[in-house]
T-cell receptor, first 112, second 117 residues
């Protein structure tokens, strides 16, 4: 079993839709959670990061962490075609912040 | 924001030759840089953690003699793929952490696509 599970998609939505991207994890030591966006043939770009359970909002993006369920989500409101990319979740354990555990990535396609 | 650059963005080399990839933090000092490898439609695989002024720490299964890492300054780390073979063809991505901002996030470079013929 992978330590971080993420549905690879692809997820196809119409422009303007609310998108929900999710990851589950098995290691309760994970304490720091991030979401990255990766366009084709480019490096990942940091979107959101959070330490604690609950919601964190930044513009059209909301990151949600539920440590009791070992479940994290990224919501994108008013999705745009430019949001079409692969979204990677990543997390690190408290005892080693250098060790990043990545999900496999969810490919999102926002249709105009 | 923190910017990481990589050079070259794309390289094609012949089997048996060596290739050097540079990773630079442009607007911050990075005591720790990371090297990843990514296969098509797969997630990132950490190869090694590079600390300025010391030897890199390699992940299990990564050949340190094949993937030479040098972190000579606080803004530059290099990855040299020695005696490259076609199976080394991949997308190599570096990242760096900006400790001064107090966070643990990694900022990624744009990646280098290596093709070995």
């Amino acid at each position: 079993q992978k330590e971080v599970e993420q549905d690879p998609g692809p997820l196809s939505v119409p422009e303007g839709a609310i998108v929900s991207l999710n990851c589950t994890y098995s290691n309760s030591a994970f304490q720091y959670f991030m979401w990255y966006r990766q366009y084709s043939r480019k490096g990942p770009e940091l979107l959101m990061y959070t330490y604690s359970s609950g919601n964190k909002e930044d513009g059209r993006f909301t990151a949600q962490v539920d440590k009791s369920s070992k479940y994290i989500s990224l919501f994108i409101r008013d999705s745009q075609p430019s949001d079409s990319a692969t979204y990677l979740c990543a997390m690190t354990p408290y005892e080693n912040f250098n060790k990043f555990y990545f999900g496999s990535g969810t490919k999102l396609n926002v249709k105009p | 924001g923190a910017v990481v650059s990589q050079h070259p963005s794309r390289v094609i080399c012949k089997s048996g030759t060596s290739v050097k990839i540079e990773c630079r933090s442009l607007d911050f000092q990075a005591t720790t840089m990371f090297w990843y490898r990514q296969f098509p439609k797969q997630s990132l695989m950490l190869m090694a953690t590079s600390n300025e002024g010391s030897k890199a720490t390699y992940e299990q299964g990564v050949e340190k003699d094949k993937f030479l890492i040098n972190h000579a300054s606080l803004t530059l780390s290099t990855l040299t793929v020695t005696s490259a073979h076609p199976e080394d063809s991949s997308f190599y991505i570096c990242s760096a952490r900006d400790y001064e901002d107090g966070g643990n996030e990694q900022y990624f470079g744009p990646g280098t696509r290596l093709t070995v013929t």
